[in-house]
């Protein structure tokens, strides 16, 4: 298609021209990744790369996969018996799943937030300090506590009252508080399956401007199943779909993975196309 | 390291069921050796430390199994008969305090209800004129019925409870009442679960001491006279085992022999009741 | 009959069969109140044992049974919640010991607690040679005790959403890690009510402690390795004793283990209540 669809969503990107230049330096590999649980292949034939400070998103129809790929990039599908990972994963040129990567180390540099937020029946404070404390950093953590929750821009509300059960905050609170327990850690990537989701409309906002601010510093992969939130904040995007074979069962494959900007105006593949117009999905 | 030490915390259990086995095992096979095991299991005079020694378990077992059919005589249709009141019948918040209620009746120490089934029960089962003795298996046998009652009730009711709400809704739809919905829709669809329950109460009425052992008496006689004294199983070894028998001795083995009598008996009962559990939680899980 | 008259009549049995239970309950209660409450004062709770019913009193068997649950809460509670670990966070379910561990536990449970007293007998007092000592009884108590220990620290770890545990290993947290600093703190009320309510049984248990050695008639202090009774023993005991008054002495004594009993009971509760977490 040489034109912009005229049924195509009305787009407000949020970037701005003071955002850092799209860097092409890959932090993540993929190569013909195939997963599949006991047996049935639930995702496969994917490839692409994760480039460095940039916001990649991955959207797509519910049941394409996308949750059970980003949870390859830290290895979180170990923890699930019967999930089975093919293919590779490079990470800063280095395979995630060579038999001597321990998954604990993965861990400690890639982090994750998680659809739902799962804040720890702690206080603030402990929640915080949970990782920096079981993966012994050293330093001084009250401040580290105090920066982690500074960039998650929680500071401000509950800089007063860190040792109230974190279960007593807000849902958008709760999610801005697992995203500071991952950043005090000091991550290099971070993992977000659907971030936004369970919150309402303001709480997603700022969810969306937090992605923005951290993106300068850390490499973030966002899942989300709405389009729009995918069109305001990534820099690129990935469409996932759902192939049906002949025994009835799904399998998720990449579809098409470009910028953000071409993605929405201007896709190559139809099945991209009618997923972001809106005729299906 | 962390699950080598966690596993070896499970392995106590592993062990306690060897440790069982071979303690009650060991001392039987030599028990076994000297006496006849057809003499035993079909005699009918136990009396192992009198002269001449006689080792005829079926009076033991037959006081067992007397004291266990007035249990049951009690526990199964008042356990039942509970189950399907809290199940069917009971609005929630009555529920709320009945189910608690009953369950007290289970964390009574045994020993409380001997003493009651002595010193209240059969004398109120004397005046009443049934003619008991001071010791008898009836009023053992009763007062463990009800004590079996929350055992039978609960699990009763948790198969009940698990029939899906749909097929109760099928029975209303077609004008059947209460009664008929419960008996004929309910009960037959949980009965895995229900006679697991009754196994269950069996199986601990058969391995129940101290009741029959302060109530019905420490007299083996072979009788299915519930006035009557008699001894079970379980009251035998207590017995025995309060006393100064010397070890080694063949009084001793008796101890461990009659154990691995008992053992069987509920071990069977044990197993039956745990594979109907799992049939009716597979049914609806 | 109608139908009408038949319904009736299967509530109004449906209701008897409660009723049962219950009266017979009530009755228990107030008998026993009724012969013991005179008897228990000062000389119950202070006084050793005696051939005179006016002057005996159970505290060797009071102090008994309480040293017997502090041991078994130093036993007890950590093998049980060990093995309750090991089984939800590390066991591997499709294999063959595992599955048979659980079967095992299963069966413990409904093992007549006399045949834990024959264990007793024939390893720790007449094998291991320890004869009949306060450390026989809490050990065979243990055994017993620790399947119910095991299914309610199992409840409660289950109780933990995996959601938590995610998060901490998304963290880069170990499994050890995860469990110690996450699963089980969040479990620890219902690992403490859980323990709580088994220890309650134990204490009434009798029969194991007569075959481990629970003398009748214990008039000293009871020490690790000395002589001891408890006191549902001392309470069999009494009521062994043709003497009228025994047997108000032993209504006395039952008095103070179901309050022993009622107390532990309310203090678990209490603590469910409490710590009861709303994920």
Known sequence: MSETHPNLVRIERTATSSDPPLSAEAVFDVLDLRVSYNGKAALQDVSLQVYRQNVTAFIGPSGCGKSTFIRCFNRMNDLIPGALVEGTVRYHDRDLYAPDVDAVEVRKRIGMVFQKPNPFPKSIYDNVAFGPRVLGMTGDLDERVE??????????????????????????????????????????????DEPASALDPISTTRIEDLMHELKRDYTIVVVTHNMQQAARVADRTAFFSVDVDEGGHRTGVLVEYDLTEKIFTNPSDPRTEGYVTGRFG | MVKGALALCALVSVLTTVGIVVALLQPSIEFFREINFIDYITGTDWAPLFEPARFGVLPLIVGTLSVTFWACFVCIP???????????????????????????????????????ALTFFTPLLQDVGTGVGIFNALSAGIVMGVMLIPTVASISEDAMSAVPRDLRAGGYALGASRLQVSTRVVVPAAISGIVASFVLAVSRAIGETMIVLIAAGTLPQLTLDP??????????????????VPTGSVEYKTIFAVGLTLFCFTLVMNMVAIRLVRRYREAYE | MSARVRGGLFHAALLVSVAIGLVLLATLLVDVLRKGLPFVDGVLLTSPPSSD???????PAILGTIELMALLLVMAVPLGVGTAIYLEEYADRERWYNRLLEVNIQNLAAVPSIVYGILGLAFLVRGLGLGRVLLAGAMILTLLVLPILIVASREAIRAVPDSIRQGAYALGATQWQVVS????PAAIPGIATGSILALSRAIGETAPLLLVGALTYVSVNPTLFGDFTALPIQIFQWIGRPQENFHSLAAAGIIVLLGLLLTMNAFAIWLRNRYEKNW
């Open chain 1, 147 to 192: 920066e982690a929750l500074t960039r998650a821009a929680l500071w401000d509300e509950v800089g007063g009252r860190l040792k109230e059960s974190a279960l007593s905050l807000s849902g958008g609170q709760q999610q801005r508080l697992c995203i500071a327990r991952c950043l005090a850690v000091q991550p290099d990537v971070l993992l977000m």
């Open chain 2, 78 to 116: 008042f356990g039942l008969g509970s189950a399907i009141y809290l199940s069917e019948y009971a609005r929630p918040r009555v529920r709320r305090l009945l189910k608690p209620a009953l369950e007290v009746l289970a964390g009574i120490p045994t020993v409380v209800y001997g003493f009651f």
């Open chain 3, 181 to 184: 600093r996450q699963v089980l």
């Open chain 3, 53 to 59: 019913p006016d002057r005996a009193g159970a505290r």
């Open chain 2, 227 to 244: 006035r009557e004294s008699v001894e079970t199983m379980t009251a035998f070894i207590a017995a025995t085992g309060i006393g100064d």
